[in-house]
């Protein structure tokens, strides 16, 4: 089968050259499409029980929920609810269910369909426009509820772009829809590919379509007209897969790539055999050589391993110089090391463009990050700030004093965890300050396309991505090393 995330990165490319120059946009319905309704039905029915004190809906789930939005009828049926109560349920929920309150607060998104959104909105000349059956009443919620539930992947939609059935509710949506391309049509738009969850929407839309050029995907999550009606050309789909969306040579540019934690020989043939630029490397003593040696872990929490080989400092850095690769040197003992840090790097005499320190404002301190940056004032230097992200929202003022504080010290690049909550929102708010960020700690493929999405400067990962062929086997960390046995034991 097709997968349909597939097929629309095909179909846009092949748009995108046969017209280089026009306006290109994809339109998206709304419910059932962006939003999972599932939540409203639930959000609705147990305010129902909170208000009348009964208890039907208690135990009910999202997954429990397989009827349409304006099929409820039959979910109380199925739930065996008394004839009696069914009907003042049922009033009670469509007299709620499109209230400006239930908008803003009980809708949720598919998983990732905004990141899908988000990667139109950033493609040179294209928009994202909605086309959605809800009357102009809704204008208002609906933008509002839209853009609070989008600013988690830096997605904005503006009022322009988003279009409205013209009549009352529920009638003639799917003229409406065809109505919508033509309003886009109007704006000066090419729309190259139109996303619905119904099929009778897809076919008024494939009707109109003079060119055959709207690509016809179907979302097939919950809906009400027959899948029998739709053109042939449609493809559905049920999960906004950006891993199938996002190819490797389209990443962003500008973005740095940093390989994280190269500190044994199979990691870093990995990485030397990759495209990546920064190679990340955990530099400590070791207290029994006095050697300079990359490893993640102290040897007190995680004693030497019975098959660990151990590579010095220079060995990494001498064969990373060989393949021409730029070196972030992560100082885990911190301050001890600055003195045979720079002597390593005079040495090789590096260059600053070619160079990044990061360490904990707690080891280098002031007087380590100013030793730092006086030696090498172009290079990155860089610390985490993940204990001070709920003060950037709090109490922004502060934090913001704190950050310029660090700059003064010479500190270039903040550094902010992927699990960090509210991280667009920080991200935005550090780069109105004036700030660089890296985000690390990504997972897996599809958060580290979620995380370029987000085009911080930098995005550190263990590029552990089998479907990209990359296999980066991550810091070497204890907590990693036992979950890898774990898995590889009987
Ligand atoms: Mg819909």
Known sequence: ?????????????????????????????????????????????????????????????????????????????????????????????????????????????????????????????????????????????????????????????????????????????????????????????????????????????????????????????????SRKIAPKTVISGKNYDITELIKEKELPPHIQFVWHGINDEANLRQFLASNIQWAEIDVRRDPFTEDIIVRHDDFYHTPLQDDEDILTLEEVVNTLLEHNRSIKFDLKDGKVLIKDILELVDQYSLDDQKIWFNSNVELLEEEGFKALAEKHPHAILQCPIDFLTPLIISMPKKAKEILDTFASWGINRLSISWKTPYKAKILTTLEQWGFQVNIYNVPNLEAFLQAVLLKPQSITSDFNFPKWHYYGRGSGQNKKKYLYQMKLSP
């Open 1 to 225: 089968m097709k997968n349909w995330m597939k097929e629309l990165a095909y179909h846009y490319h092949s748009m995108r050259k046969n017209y280089p120059n026009d306006k290109l946009l994809i339109m998206f319905d709304i419910d059932g499409t962006i939003i999972d309704m599932r939540y409203m039905i639930l959000y609705v029915l147990q305010a129902y029980d909170r208000k009348h004190g009964t208890h039907y809906f208690t135990h009910l789930k999202h997954t429990d929920i397989r009827f349409h939005e304006n099929k409820i009828d039959r979910l109380l049926s199925r739930l065996n609810i008394p004839l009696v109560e069914r009907k003042k349920i049922l009033e009670w929920y469509l007299q709620k269910r499109w209230t400006p309150n239930i908008i803003l607060k009980a809708h949720r998104p598919y998983p990732n369909v905004l990141a899908v959104i988000r990667w139109f909105q950033i493609q040179p000349n294209t928009d994202v426009g909605l086309n959605t059956g809800r009357p102009k009443a809704l204008f208002d919620a609906t933008l509002q509820s839209l853009n609070e539930l989008a600013e988690e992947y830096r997605v904005h939609f503006n009022p322009e772009l988003l279009y409205m059935n013209q009549s009352d509710w529920e009638f003639n949506i799917p003229y409406s829809k065809a109505q919508g391309v033509k309003y886009f049509q109007d704006l000066g738009y090419r729309v190259f590919a139109a996303v619905d969850n119904e099929p009778a929407n897809l076919k008024a839309i494939h009707k109109i379509d003079t060119t055959k050029e709207i690509m016809l995907l179907h979302a097939d999550t919950l809906f009400e007209s």
